[in-house]
């Protein structure tokens, strides 16, 4: 069974691999997309796709057409970069503030125990539908745990949501090549390693670092897929 598009997927990954489509213009900006043809597409039901598109109208690559379905959203390159950058500037001045304020014990144990979900994950021979599920929610709860911080402010939370509405702005836009799950597990590999750098450099209070560390974690949906072999998002 495909990893990725098999009948037992979960709603993750048939998000993740219509984000793919998207970025990889099988599906092109103004194109209209019906939950039927999608569905036989990716060998699943109609229910997941339409959860999947509900979930891709939220991040902004989709727009609802009514009764027509939905349509996908013109986007360019540059959209994305800008979009992931701003990302980016945010989650760091979180993180930032989070190291001067210090680290309060319940947000380290909730890193902590992204960061064990993360090695069970990589530390897999190959990437599964299960795996990438698992990846998904660790990293939604990783990032969130960092701009929710201790709690005192919203307003960097506020702006991240804001922000996401955007594509693939969202730390939670990841994208999956089902032929090449070799590379996107590398790609997770890399990833975790990052998270590691992140909780190190909070605990020891770096606050300048943790903030270069996550401006620069934003980028490796985009910046880093030449190097493993796989194709940027909006090239």
Not at 5 to 14: C, M, R, Y
Not at 50 to 65: V, Y
């Amino acid at each position: 069974m495909d990893p990725i598009e098999g009948t037992a997927a979960p709603p993750a990954g048939i998000v993740a691999r219509l984000r793919q489509l998207i970025a990889e213009g099988r599906y092109a900006s103004g194109e209209r997309l019906a939950e039927e043809t999608v569905a036989a597409a990716l060998g699943v039901s109609r229910t997941p796709v339409r959860l999947a598109f509900r979930t891709l109208a939220q991040e902004g690559l989709l727009q609802s057409a009514g009764k027509r379905g939905h349509v996908v959203r013109e986007f360019s390159a540059d959209d994305v970069q800008v979009a992931v950058e701003v990302r980016g500037v945010l989650e760091g001045l979180a993180a930032r503030r989070l190291a001067e304020r210090g680290l309060p014990a319940a947000l380290r144990e909730v890193l902590h125990e992204c960061l064990d979900e993360g090695e069970a994950v990589v530390g897999a021979a190959r990437l599964t539908e299960a795996g990438f599920a698992r990846w998904s929610a660790l990293n939604a709860r990783f990032h969130g745990a960092i701009v929710r911080g201790d709690g005192r402010s919203h307003v960097i939370a506020d702006a991240i949501a804001r922000n996401n509405h955007l594509p693939f702005a969202s730390a939670d836009s990841i994208t999956v090549q089902k032929h090449h799950l070799d590379r996107e597990l590398r790609k997770l590999r890399m990833a975790q390693m990052q998270h590691r750098l992140v909780v190190q450099a909070l605990e020891q209070g770096e606050s300048a670092r943790v903030e270069a560390l996550m401006r620069e974690h934003a980028n490796i949906g985009l910046r880093y897929e030449a190097l493993f072999g796989l194709n940027k998002v909006g090239s």
